[in-house]
Nanobody
Framework: QVQLVESGGGLVQAGGSLRLSCAASGRTFSNYAMGWFRQAPGKEREFAAGISSYGSNTYYADSVKGRFTISRDNAKNTVYLQMNSLTPEDTAVYYC?????????????????WGQGTQVTVAS
């Protein structure tokens, strides 16, 4: 089992920044690739960013590319999502997730463990 706990969400003005953190416990963190997903009210959960188990590869949705940066610190069992130039369209609950299977990062069903989510609200 892997337990994931997100933090760092909150209310921010458009154009501002936030950094989300996801702390992992349980099995060896470096065995897992990680992803950040988000879910806005009335919408499906969507992929935002992903990072390979040792951080050598990163992946982004087109909607966040150039504004969001995913990173990880395996010594601290933590993955981060730095979000810059936020817009109201980024308002959502943000979830981190862990997967051990190789392959795509983009689909929720490929992930084995999920955090409880953290709310990000961007005011216009």
């Amino acid at each position: 089992q892997v337990q994931l706990v997100e933090s760092g969400g909150g209310l921010v003005q458009a154009g501002g920044s936030l950094r989300l953190s996801c702390a992992a416990s349980g099995r060896t963190f470096s065995n897992y690739a990680m992803g950040w997903f988000r879910q806005a009210p009335g919408k499906e959960r969507e992929f935002a960013a992903g990072i390979s188990s040792y951080g050598s590869n990163t992946y982004y949705a087109d909607s966040v590319k150039g504004r969001f940066t995913i990173s990880r610190d395996n010594a601290k069992n933590t993955v981060y999502l730095q979000m810059n130039s936020l817009t109201p369209e980024d308002t959502a609950v943000y979830y981190c997730a862990a997967k051990w299977r190789p392959g795509s990062y983009f689909y929720t069903h490929l992930y084995d463990y999920w955090g409880q989510g953290t709310q990000v609200t961007v005011a216009s």
